[in-house]
């Protein structure tokens, strides 16, 4: 007989899905929007049933904490829909664009991937977008230049902050125009922002990196930056970049789809 409770990886996964689909279902529009639905009705409900009529004291006070509570979840709820919609407006609104033309690679391959090994142990901390040396390098959304200056090996580095995204570091780009080249500078989407650049002979390339942007201080942290975080998991590995490192391939994916190239 098969018996789930000598079965612990399979119950602890069995667990986890069912969280994630409770806590997805009630995170959903759908369900906000049941709730909202169904306080109208109970509020409809109570302004006409023989509640109302109640004359008694304490009835009377229920009552009046009764429609409190619900006017209050009735307010909670509705400004949950609105934020909703709005950040759903917002992220339509928003336009991509992909960093470089004439993309030829995969940054999901060999050593150009997130987390491919480096040298002395070091873990590639970004992805690597090969593309013509000297083409075009624009901004994938509108953005505020946080950080700037020079990267690898005659290369520079352009890191831009973009609202609902994260703080993104064009890296081994070159030719930086002067009206980007200092922190606070504002960038619309689809500026070019400099050139593709070429560190080693055979192949140019953006090296592009992704942080969440809930730490502050340099992106580049040789003493430090070991710990890393892959969407909430831990893990450890020697990135030499600030803790709040993330993996870009998602980012990139949805560029390819969305963004204009
Ligand atoms: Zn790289």
Redesign the pocket.
């Known amino acids: 007989m098969f018996d789930l409770r000598k079965q612990p990886h399979l119950k602890y996964l069995l667990q986890q899905t069912l969280r994630e689909t409770v806590l997805h279902y009630l995170t959903s529009a759908s369900f906000i929007s049941t709730c909202f639905e169904v306080s109208l009705q109970i509020l409809a409900l109570l302004s006409t049933n023989s509640l109302s009529k109640i004359k008694h004291f304490r009835l009377l006070r229920i009552k009046r904490i009764f429609y409190a509570k619900i006017t209050k979840i009735c307010v909670l709820i509705s400004r949950n829909i609105w934020q909703q919609a709005y950040e759903t407006k917002r992220r339509s609104k928003m336009k991509l664009y992909f960093p470089v033309p004439k993309y030829n690679g995969n940054y999901k391959e060999g050593m150009a991937q997130f987390g491919w090994p480096r040298a002395r142990g070091r873990l590639?901390a970004?992805c690597?977008l090969y593309a013509p040396f000297k083409s075009d390098v624009v901004a994938i959304t509108d953005g505020i230049v946080v950080e700037v200056g020079d990267f690898y090996l005659g290369t520079q580095a352009l890191a831009i902050r973009h609202e609902g995204i994260g703080v993104v570091r064009y890296g081994e780009i070159v030719e930086i125009p002067e009206s980007f080249y200092k922190v606070g500078a504002k960038v619309k989407a689809g500026d070019i922002i400099g050139k593709v650049g070429q560190v080693i002979k055979i192949s140019a390339m953006v090296?592009l990196e992704l942080f969440d942007g809930t730490k502050i201080g340099p992106l580049t942290d040789r003493t430090k930056g070991i710990k890393y975080y892959n969407d909430g998991v831990k893990r450890d590995g020697n990135y030499q970049r600030r803790a709040d490192l993330m993996n870009p391939t998602k980012l990139l994916d949805r560029l390819l789809l969305e963004g204009i190239r």
């Open positions: 590639h970004g690597d090296h």
